[in-house]
């Protein structure tokens, strides 16, 4: 049962067929997922697009696409994260706003009425 990371050095790096190999395999691909780890690179975002534009298309075939058109090259990197913001946490738990509607109203609040906020939150207990 290959893993995400499997998929990902067959497309970049060592171009085995993992399909071939293990036909249960093309269940495990995820064409989404894959396609936003390639669109990190400047030479990928392309390829990764059409496939996301695409999404009718079998998963070997998205996977077969892949593989065949990249350059074989190491390509790495880290998923993004969204910033936390402890402002807009307290916001959406004492009013029960969503996170889009706790950006909105954050700029409303002065720093002293955030405060206050988060006094009314906290329960106790280790941090």
Known sequence: MPSLGDFLNSIN?????????????EKDYLPFVTNRCLSYFPDTVFYANQMNMMPHLEKKMQY???????????RFSKWHK?????DIDAIKQYYGYSSQKAKQ???????????EI???LNTGGHK
């Open 82 to 86: 969204q910033e936390e913001n402890k």
């Open 64 to 74: 077969d696409y892949l593989r065949n058109k990249l350059s074989r090259r190491s």
């Open 13 to 25: 790096y060592n171009k085995k067929d993992l399909v071939r190999e293990d036909p249960l395999a």
């Open 105 to 115: 109203v954050l700029h409303l609040f002065s720093d002293e009425q955030i405060k």
């Open 118 to 120: 988060k006094s009314h």
